[in-house]
T-cell receptor, first 111, second 117 residues
Framework: QKEVEQNSGPLSVPEGAIASLNCTYS??????FFWYRQYSGKSPELIMF????GDKEDGRFTAQLNKASQYVSLLIRDSQPSDSATYLCAVSRSNDYKLSFGAGTTVTVRA | EAQVTQNPRYLITVTGKKLTVTCSQN?????MSWYRQDPGLGLRQIYY???????DKGDVPEGYKVSRKEKRNFPLILESPSPNQTSLYFC????????????????FGSGTRLTVV
């Protein structure tokens, strides 16, 4: 079982719609959760992080965490063509700097 | 500008020819790490360093070496590259909790695309 699992996609959504990305993790000791966006040929960039159960909103992005179910999700509202990228879910333990990454979900926003 | 700088961006080499990929950060970060990214496998950690002279293996360390003689630099060394090390490599750094960091997400370098023929 992989430490972090994501649907590889591609996830295709129309412009203006909500894109919903899911991520599950296997280590119950995981404490910190991150979403990175990676454009083709570029390095990952951090867009959201969440530590506590519930929702965290930042602009058009909302991260949702459910530690009991061991899943974290990312919602992208009012999707724009510029949101077309691969989204990486990453998790770490509280006493460990190591980030374990999922393989990523590719999102395509069609105009 | 706060950044992680990797060099070179692209490298084509032959099997067995030693090479070094450099990584330098200007943010005074304690923690640095190397990842490789392969299609379908995501980012996998090669080595990491908690501070100067402190390094440890990640998930896929075979065939790689690192050193951390200075806080800002964390070079990745391939003593005898093989074709299965063809990949996209990323260096990343992070503040430490001891330094009072409020979050521990990484800052990534621009990546090095290595091809070993």
């Amino acid at each position: 079982q992989k430490e972090v699992e994501q649907n590889s996609g591609p996830l295709s959504v129309p412009e203006g719609a909500i894109a919903s990305l899911n991520c599950t993790y296997s280590d119950r000791g995981s404490q910190s959760f991150f979403w990175y966006r990676q454009y083709s040929g570029k390095s990952p960039e951090l867009i959201m992080f969440i530590y506590s159960n519930g929702d965290k909103e930042d602009g058009r992005f909302t991260a949702q965490l459910n530690k009991a179910s061991q899943y974290v999700s990312l919602l992208i509202r009012d999707s724009q063509p510029s949101d077309s990228a691969t989204y990486l879910c990453a998790v770490s333990r509280s006493n460990d700097y190591k980030l374990s990454f999922g393989a990523g979900t590719t999102v395509t926003v069609r105009a | 500008e706060a950044q992680v700088t990797q060099n070179p961006r692209y490298l084509i080499t032959v099997t067995g020819k030693k090479l070094t990929v450099t990584c330098s950060q200007n943010m005074n970060h304690e923690y640095m790490s190397w990842y490789r990214q392969d299609p379908g496998l995501g980012l996998r950690q090669i080595y990491y360093s908690m501070n100067v002279e402190v390094t440890d293996k990640g998930d896929v360390p075979e065939g790689y070496k690192v050193s951390r003689k200075e806080k800002r630099n964390f070079p990745l060394i391939l003593e005898s590259p093989s074709p299965n090390q063809t990949s996209l490599y990323f260096c990343a750094s992070s503040l430490s909790k001891e330094a009072g960091a409020s979050y521990y997400g990484y800052t990534f370098g621009s990546g090095t695309r290595l091809t070993v023929v």
